[in-house]
């Protein structure tokens, strides 16, 4: 199952610094979205709004036509999983009670738990042996397999995820990469990925927002961004990217 979100007019201040200009946009269901550009260009602020972290200052989102309000924020947050940097893993707690907290607060039956930490195992490759260790005692890789498990435990309708691989060395970047889009195939979700890099963008979404300084500069296919750039920052953004090299 996926979910269509929608933005209109939706702008965020802080003060006197707007970090994101009003801004028109809609996420397809079953599709992939990337929202690249430097830092401080508003992507990961823009995602918070979607995940009602943050109330926009202006407009407003829809999911599935539902307005996100305060009001509706929490029933609407467990339909999303969402996954930061690292993992966010709290280091208390062994990778399989990372995984299961929210199931367990919601008082899931142990045997369902246990079901499907047994097919999120399968699903994003990572050891069942590995799910008695703490955070500590996982890989980098290890840990952000264990953060996405977490966020897809309750089979959320919208998968939001802030700079999921940037601590990771590229061998092991790469690999992940792989696996995601994969996953992300198999699950026909709606996907968010914030990054920085075009390469990965290009990689794994169906379609790019490229954003700069709190403004939506272009959105497009990595080909409309290549053939067509709508100004000359999106050709100088793309120039700077040396991981698309490889593409």
Known sequence: MSATIELSGVSKRYGEHLALHPADLTFEPGKTTALIGPSGCGKSTLLRLIAALVTPSGGGVTFDGQPVTPQSARA??????????DGGLFPHLTAAGNIA????????PEPEIRARLAELCELTRFPPAGLDRYPAELSGGQRQRVGLMRALMLRPDVLLLDEPLGALDPMVRASLQTDLKEIFRQLD????????DMGEAGYL???????NEGRIVQAGTLADLRERPAA???????????SLVAL
């Open 189 to 196: 979700q709606t996907v968010i990925l914030v990054t920085h």
């Open 205 to 211: 979404a169906d379609r790019i927002v490229l954003m």
């Open 101 to 108: 907290l929210m199931a367990r607060q919601t008082r899931r």
């Open 232 to 242: 000359p920052y999106v050709a100088e953004f793309l120039r700077a990217q040396r």
């Open 76 to 85: 609407l947050r467990g339909r999303m999983g969402y996954v930061i940097q």
